[in-house]
């Protein structure tokens, strides 16, 4: 058996790539393509996952209990992110879709991009490709969106980004 030697931050993203996919068969391949992380990553991230308990020893079913309590207990304590400079960038946490809809804001968060369209402060994506992957997928956007709601967010955004994941986890 592999040694854990702990979890790594686009090992979030891989996961809720995963979510996104509502129980549609998927590919380690697929998932390197469509996150801008290689394959061997993509492997080595869902074999870290399995050993934590996030995913099933077949690597194919999530356990949905175990990555909520994560999201919820210990996602903002692993990964913690301050906001940084103002830049250019696509909009995350309550500024990027679903809580933009939500709540109302002046302080806008961003992850910096030359593709974006908002000005804000720059949040630090879980993994650098993030944004690439996010403009080619509303649903996994959203997930990433709703993450850093929770790493950055006040109690406020991150109750309601919380209900929202768990939703769609509990929905996957």
């Given at each position: 058996m592999k040694k854990h030697r702990g979890m790594r931050p686009?090992?979030?993203p891989v996961l809720l790539k995963i979510a996104s996919k509502k129980g549609q068969p998927w590919y380690m391949k697929d998932l390197a393509y469509e996150l801008y992380i290689s394959a061997s990553e993509v492997s080595e991230s869902i074999n870290r996952s399995e050993i934590a308990g996030l995913i099933s020893s077949d690597k194919t079913t999530l356990?949905?209990?175990s990555i909520l309590d994560f999201l919820k207990?210990?996602?903002?304590?692993?990964?913690?992110?301050?906001?940084?400079?103002l830049v250019r960038g696509i909009g995350t946490a309550h500024s990027g879709p679903p809580l933009n809809n939500q709540i109302i804001s002046e302080d806008k968060f961003v992850w910096p991009s030359a593709k974006g369209n908002m000005r804000g402060q720059s949040i630090e994506p879980l993994h650098p490709k993030t944004p690439e992957a996010c403009i080619r997928d509303k649903k996994y956007y959203e997930f990433m969106a709703l993450v850093d709601a929770?790493?950055?967010g006040k109690a406020r955004e991150r109750n309601i980004a919380f209900g929202?994941?768990?939703?769609r986890i509990n929905n996957a």
């Amino acid at each position: 058996m592999k040694k854990h030697r702990g979890m790594r931050p686009h090992d979030i993203p891989v996961l809720l790539k995963i979510a996104s996919k509502k129980g549609q068969p998927w590919y380690m391949k697929d998932l390197a393509y469509e996150l801008y992380i290689s394959a061997s990553e993509v492997s080595e991230s869902i074999n870290r996952s399995e050993i934590a308990g996030l995913i099933s020893s077949d690597k194919t079913t999530l356990n949905k209990l175990s990555i909520l309590d994560f999201l919820k207990s210990g996602l903002k304590y692993v990964y913690p992110q301050r906001p940084g400079a103002l830049v250019r960038g696509i909009g995350t946490a309550h500024s990027g879709p679903p809580l933009n809809n939500q709540i109302i804001s002046e302080d806008k968060f961003v992850w910096p991009s030359a593709k974006g369209n908002m000005r804000g402060q720059s949040i630090e994506p879980l993994h650098p490709k993030t944004p690439e992957a996010c403009i080619r997928d509303k649903k996994y956007y959203e997930f990433m969106a709703l993450v850093d709601a929770i790493r950055v967010g006040k109690a406020r955004e991150r109750n309601i980004a919380f209900g929202i994941i768990k939703e769609r986890i509990n929905n996957a």
